[in-house]
């Protein structure tokens, strides 16, 4: 794709995929219109900030926009069809998604008042949580496909005949809990819970707020498609067009993902990084070796030597 | 537009970057602003290293600073007394780039001139928001720019190639770091893991008393101060 070309499809990417995230989600994250304690909030005087910090807090959800854009760059919806193939693909995923939560950060420190700096400090509590088992989790596919570019791996799973979530359960299920605290969604929201939410996200104004929404449905429609694209076999598929097996699988996460979520209690920001450092690093440790020796083994590699 | 003529621009983008968000980071007021102005600096020198065909190291670069700057922030945050610059950027007699990234930092009633609080305005002068080594740190900076601008135009000849490298950085680097540097490689991981055991060896719960236990020691103390003192661990008190 030409530069311009490249551009405008990750616009309008983006714009799509939180669009179908805000449809199917039934409690939207960055939801702050509602009547009721919402409204009351907003209004209490000592909720208003005296001193925001006005270049951060306007900067923060351009720098989320971009970051989601950015993402949306690698999310392979056809051979062709993809923003740019970057040797590096699933690395820059990682990097990128980290600018997202930056604008977050950077968000909850500008508005200046309590609830939306402990937003900002929750956020980056999660960056500490999700960030290692995720690594780790991704690693598996890139090491069968022996790329970080994903249309690589697309590739690789298509010609091995093996969806990787079938050679790497422990994998798969590693990124979807470490998903899930990426995009602060159900059972890991503590940073978005109702009353931090509204604090960072009714400080501002209604098209600044429309660009929050934009960012937070679309982060989780990005993490769910790189989920599509690394276990469940990507664009590749029978019969239907690639982009339709790519968004069909990418839907397939997003349910997958909401609804396992809702089975679980809600999580403190220390219950996360206790589950974290405790249980889903030494899984992905484990996740790392087994899919060596699967590897040595010649599981997944197809007709690849 | 021609492709040199692109490099150009995108070099004279980034590195103005790199400078601005470096000259932002040592002059604004506001603390959690120097770390995002050192984080936008450390953006435009990756930008610098796309424009070298180092894309991996690029995008190293942005996910440490921005990761590890985020939580360096907020140790900042922790420790310091105005993290958030409201106060200082109220100081009389700021200019220049002091004045233009701290600009938006005071509260909106002070801009307009009129202050129904005047008495708020000017808050007591406190030494720590005076930096009188001012002028010797410009003397410095100003050494060192002329000292590293020597070494770039006194340099050995560098040897130039004709070949570009390959596109495929990462391979290149991995390759590196398990053949020829696997054992730095390997021993700085071992470097870390010391480390990180240090750390929580340190953290466990049993060094320091826990803050539950401090209060009802600080509770204690303020009941019956003597007593307690002379009953308790000296060092549980000191808080």
């Not at chain 1, 937070?216 to 498609?225: E, T």
């Not at chain 1, 699988?249 to 219950?271: E, P, Y």
């Not at chain 2, 070949?163 to 991981?189: C, I, Q």
Request: charged share 10%; proline share 5%; hydrophobic share 60%.
């Amino acid at each position: 794709m030409g530069v311009g070309l490249a551009v405008l499809w990750t616009l309008l990417l983006a714009l799509a995929g939180s669009a179908l995230v805000a449809a199917i989600e039934p409690h939207r994250l960055g939801h702050g219109n509602e009547p009721g304690p919402a409204a009351e909030l907003r209004t209490l005087p000592w909720r208003r900030s005296r001193r925001p910090d006005r270049w951060l807090h306007g900067a923060a959800p351009v720098v989320a926009l971009i970051a989601l854009a950015w993402a949306v760059l690698i999310l392979p919806f056809g051979r062709e069809l993809i923003g740019a193939d970057l040797g590096i693909g699933l690395f820059y995923f990682l990097v990128v998604v980290d600018i997202l939560l930056l604008a977050v950060a950077l968000g909850g420190w500008g508005a200046d008042t309590a609830d939306a700096v402990e937003c900002c400090y929750r956020v980056i509590a999660q960056l500490v949580a999700y960030v290692v088992p995720l690594g780790l989790a991704v690693i598996g596919p890139a090491m069968m496909a022996r790329s970080l570019s994903t249309v690589d791996i697309v590739e690789a799973q298509a010609r091995a005949g093996l969806w990787y979530v079938v050679a790497q359960p422990l994998g798969f299920a590693l990124f979807v809990a470490a998903g899930l605290m990426q995009s602060y969604r159900a059972p890991f929201l503590e940073p978005f819970a109702q009353r931090l939410q509204q604090a960072m996200l009714a400080s501002y104004a209604p098209p600044l707020r429309a660009l929050w929404r934009v960012a937070l449905s679309g982060l989780l429609f990005v993490v769910a498609a790189m989920g599509a694209t690394l276990f469940l076999g990507g664009y590749a598929g029978p019969w239907l067009p690639g982009w339709a097996w790519m968004l069909l699988k990418t839907l397939a996460m997003i349910v997958l993902m909401l609804g396992l979520g809702r089975c679980f209690a809600l999580r403190s920001s220390a219950q996360m990084l206790a589950l974290s450092w405790k249980l889903l690093i030494p899984l992905g440790l484990l996740n790392v070796l087994v899919v060596g020796a699967l590897i040595l083994l010649g599981v997944g590699q197809g007709a690849f030597r | 537009m021609s492709t040199a003529l692109l490099q150009w621009l995108a070099f004279a983008l980034f590195a103005a970057i790199a400078i601005a968000g470096a000259l932002g980071m040592a002059t604004t007021m506001s603390m959690f602003r120097s770390g995002v102005f050192l984080m936008a600096s450390f953006v435009g020198v990756a930008g610098l290293f796309v424009l070298l065909l180092a894309d991996l190291l690029a995008w190293l670069q942005v996910m440490m600073y921005v990761g590890g700057m985020l939580v360096m922030i907020l140790f900042m945050v922790l420790f310091s007394h105005d993290p958030g610059g409201a106060m200082m950027s109220e100081m009389p007699g700021l200019r220049g780039p002091e004045r233009f990234f701290s600009l938006g930092l005071r509260a909106p009633s002070h801009e307009g001139g009129g202050s129904d609080h005047g008495g708020h305005a000017m808050p007591q002068m406190d030494m720590s928001m005076t930096t009188p080594l001012r002028r010797f740190a410009v003397v410095l900076a100003a050494l060192a720019f002329v000292a590293l601008a020597a070494l770039l135009l006194l340099r050995p000849a560098w040897r130039q190639l004709d070949a570009m490298p390959a596109a495929d950085s990462a391979h290149r680097v991995g390759e590196l770091l398990m053949g020829k540097y696997m054992a730095a490689f390997e021993g700085a991981g071992l470097l870390i893991l010391l480390g990180i055991f240090g750390s929580v060896y340190l953290a466990r719960p049993s060094a320091h008393p826990g803050s539950a236990a401090r209060e009802r020691l600080q509770a204690a103390a303020a009941d019956a101060p003597v007593d307690v003192a002379e009953a308790g661990d000296p060092r549980e008190l000191q808080r």
